[in-house]
């Protein structure tokens, strides 16, 4: 489980964003009672009731747990539609400035994700920086796949890409690479230095978060994998748990 936080949306979209109340509105729609969603989800029906009445803040695993498990994209949860409100462009000149280490982290053992611009919901596209950890498909373990297509360029390092249809490529330092992401993929580093990655996914936000969560086997906070000194984190990176 991933124990990040997501920011409140800014200006105008503030007064508008009912998350609980929208998260109500859905469930009653698919027919839904609170312990059928804590059984999807695995959060407590009294969490999911505090949700529902804005008396518990949303984090980011929260917010894709509960899209994946109503089989809807989080920024449903933000729609003034959903919660009963009147319809209406809100997304008209919106703009989101990350500075620098800021954003979303989701960390496993094989690597560590940052996505910018956490506080826009409902982006045509996932901005993503990635540091890669695994040194071999081995240590990485099952392949990633979702939904859209995929865009990556190496920042640092070195890294071998894999896919379940293709041999593996080295790409270094300025090289990028861009595919079907329902492909079976994983990123290995390459190279003795940090290997960084920028990524740019087209699929719907909370599915690419939930493959990112599902895929890797965690290890309790600060153990390092066996054999390999873990990679100290940079600031304001926290762990995720496979739940």
Known sequence: MASTKTKQPEGPRASTAKPGAALQVIRAQK?????????????????????????????????????????IDIAQLFSPQAAGGAPGSIYSGRRSITRAGGGESIETDSYSYLYPAADLLKKRFVPIVGELYARS??????????PGEEYTLVLEGAVEFHTDLYAPVLLNKGDSIYFDSGMG???????????????????????????????????????????????????????????
Do not use: W
Not at 137 to 146: C, K, L, N, P, V
């Open 137 to 146: 498909i081995a240590e990485f373990g099952d392949m990633i796949s979702h």
């Open 31 to 71: 027919g839904l009672t609170l312990s059928d969603l804590s059984v999807r989800t695995g959060l407590p029906v009294s969490t999911l009731s505090k949700i529902e009445n804005d008396k518990m803040s949303l984090t980011y695993d929260k917010l894709a747990r509960i899209s994946t498990a109503l089989e």
């Open 185 to 243: 993929h994983a990123y290995i580093a390459a190279a003795p230095e940090p290997c960084r990655i920028m990524v740019v996914c087209s699929g719907p936000e909370s599915q690419v978060i939930e493959a990112a969560l599902r895929t890797n086997r965690a290890h309790p906070p600060g153990d390092p994998k066996p054999g390999q000194e873990k990679p100290k984190p940079r600031a304001g990176r926290r762990r995720a748990e496979k739940s």
